[in-house]
């Protein structure tokens, strides 16, 4: 795991807002330094507000930063082709009711170039890999939450990329669907994907990451590795409880 999947270098990000002439600025992340290995699992926790949706954005490119420099895949963020490497499985993903979790798959794998063969072989790869062949043919909107976050992942992972960001993956599930999504994560990781996680689950990440960063009002004042928390007295949610205090 010596080469980086994500760098950010003394990022910071600052939005501007501008009303009836008078312009507001408000900090997202601030002197962000960050790196991330290939391979491994890392999680980004953070109270709301703390900067890790803006963290995930600049990394996905949707945000440009305000300053400092951010590596993808081993391209400048600003180079088209780091993102072709990246999943990404937002917090709330949307999908058409009425087409079925193959139909849905085969709509974004062309979006993501995949054509033939091959997007064939992707959409059955990720079907197998998530768990969905079963309901394969049934209309999304048919489906359960967790089904449907599964059609999510399903999605972030079709084209095979070397880097998975997922937002809040398992926000709003029952306790089986949490343990079948962290199970297709955990199948991932042995695979060797490099995962990015934010949840406020302290127990999925404690159990999916070999790392976690930790986010307080824009800037990351921890990162600690699994020992660390396994040494710490109430684990991972007492050594970020301690940190945000």
Same mark, same amino acid.
């Given at each position: 795991?010596?080469?980086? #999947?994500? /760098? ?9 807002? $501008? ?30 507000? $703390? ?13 440009? %930063? ?23 499985? %937002?917090?709330? *993903?949307?999908?058409? *009711?009425? =087409? ?11 979006? $993501? ?6 997007? &064939? ?29 599964? /059609? ?8 095979? *990329? ?13 306790? =089986? ?14 695979? @060797?994907?490099?995962?990015? /996680? ?21 800037? =990351? /004042? ?5 020992? &660390?928390?396994?040494? #710490?007295?109430? @684990? ?10």
């Amino acid at each position: 795991m010596s080469a980086a #999947a994500l /760098v950010f270098s003394a990022v910071s990000k600052t939005y501007a807002y $501008s009303h009836l002439g008078r312009t507001t600025y408000t900090r997202g992340i601030e002197d962000l330094d960050l790196s991330v290995a290939l391979g491994e699992a890392f999680g980004l926790l953070g109270l709301n507000g $703390s900067g890790k949706t803006t963290t995930f954005k600049l990394a996905l490119g949707l945000l440009r %930063p305000t300053s400092g420099k951010i590596s993808v895949l081993g391209h400048e963020a600003s180079d088209f082709r780091a993102y072709g490497g990246i999943g990404y499985l %937002p917090e709330l *993903p949307y999908f058409y *009711p009425f =087409l079925t979790p193959a139909e849905s798959l085969g709509f974004y794998g062309r979006l $993501s170039g995949l054509e033939g063969a091959a997007l &064939e072989a992707g959409i059955g790869q990720a079907l197998a890999e998530t768990g969905l062949e079963a309901v394969a043919g049934r209309k999304i909107g048919q489906l359960s939450k967790g089904l449907t976050q599964r /059609v999510g992942l399903a999605q972030a992972i079709l084209h095979d *990329p070397r880097l998975i960001i997922l937002d809040e993956p398992v926000s709003g599930l029952d306790p =089986l669907a949490i343990k079948h999504f962290r199970d297709g994560l955990a199948r991932l990781k042995r695979r @060797g994907k490099t995962l990015i /996680v934010s949840s406020h689950s302290i127990s999925e990440i404690e159990k999916l990451c070999d790392r976690v960063g930790i986010l307080k009002d824009g800037r =990351l /004042v921890r990162v600690a590795a699994q020992d &660390e928390w396994a040494r #710490a007295k109430d @684990g991972l949610e007492g050594l970020f409880v301690e940190t945000v205090q």
